[in-house]
């Protein structure tokens, strides 16, 4: 990798560390979750369930971006 391709990634990881200093609780739930979590007074379970959520967004995203990556090999080779 050249250094504008590690300056880019750095800039990536720097953005994006800066986006999850400064955000807030994030409720990534569906209505039908949070209704079933708004009468529980388990405050883990909530926490719980979010970063499970959380957690099974990974796969879509890597999958996502990993087929950007190789689309944009292909392209700046042809």
């Known amino acids: 990798m ?22 807030g609780d994030v409720e990534a739930q569906c209505s039908m979750c949070r209704a079933s979590l708004t009468n529980s007074a388990n405050g883990r379970l909530v926490r719980g369930l979010n970063l499970g ?23 700046g080779n042809g």
Do not use: D, H, K
């Open 2 to 23: 050249n250094l504008r391709g590690w300056r880019l990634l750095a800039l990536v990881v720097l953005a994006a560390g800066i986006i999850l200093l400064f955000t």
């Open 53 to 75: 959520v959380l957690v099974l967004l990974v796969p879509p995203v890597t999958i996502f971006c990993s087929i950007f990556i190789v689309l944009r090999r292909y392209r």
